[in-house]
């Protein structure tokens, strides 16, 4: 469990992934058919009526950067919960703390990722405080949602599918983390075959953990190092939008 107060707090080293996660909707990239102009997840986010709900999508569409962007512009408390090392003694306490800050007026979004790795118990823990409004619950799954959330919580959540990003998108985070002040700031450039090699590489599946690693050697995709340099690279591309 990870308790979140500030969404960009620095770090002594944070990887180019993390240095690039967009700060604000205008930043974000992708899933159009929920954030675009008069789309259902926008109206919600700027009319500051976030209500629970479930991110059902594959690894790398930006589901856990969506919900740190939605407690950034809704000034809620963000507490990041992960099924794989929290347990139900963790959720409770967790709770009890949102139910008093409640009551001071403070909101709280809790964000799970990859919900459907807990048990039906520890799901259940979290509905009474969904139910009564001490918590927004943010679920992320990889998952079909109808079997793997237990239907009391997905009936008071609203179920979202991310779709996965496509070659445009994909092609704007990689020139942004080249141009970036916070990615590469311009120390090198890159064709636009090299480019489009990425980019076919992402397509095809070579996303793991939200990014894309790439590449051995620079002759592999004819990089054009401005300083000269023919060393190895590994070029971390931000694809967890």
Known sequence: MDEQGGLFERAAYQPL???????????FVG?????????VLRRLIESDHITSMIFWGPPGVGKTTLAQIIAAQTQ?????????????KDIRTVMQEAD?????GERIIVFVDEIHRFNKAQQDAFLPFVEKGSIVLIGATT?????????????????????????????????????????????????????AGLVRLALAG????????????????????????????ALETFIDT
């Open 17 to 27: 992934a993390e240095r690039l996660r967009p700060r604000s909707l205008e930043e």
């Open 31 to 39: 899933q159009e058919h929920l954030l675009g102009k008069g789309k």
């Open 76 to 88: 809620a408390k963000f507490i990041n919960f992960s099924a794989v090392t929290s347990g139900i």
């Open 100 to 104: 008093r800050r409640r009551m001071y």
């Open 143 to 195: 998952e079909n949602p109808s079997f793997s959330v237990i239907s009391p919580l997905l009936s008071r959540s609203l179920l979202l599918t991310l779709r996965p990003l496509d070659s445009d998108a994909i092609e704007g985070l990689i020139r942004r983390a080249l141009a970036d002040e916070r990615g590469l700031a311009g120390r090198f450039s890159i064709t636009d075959e090299a480019v």
């Open 206 to 233: 070579e996303v793991q953990g939200g990014r894309l690693h790439v590449l051995p050697c620079a002759d592999e995709i004819d990089l054009a190092w401005t300083q000269g340099s023919r060393e190895w690279l």
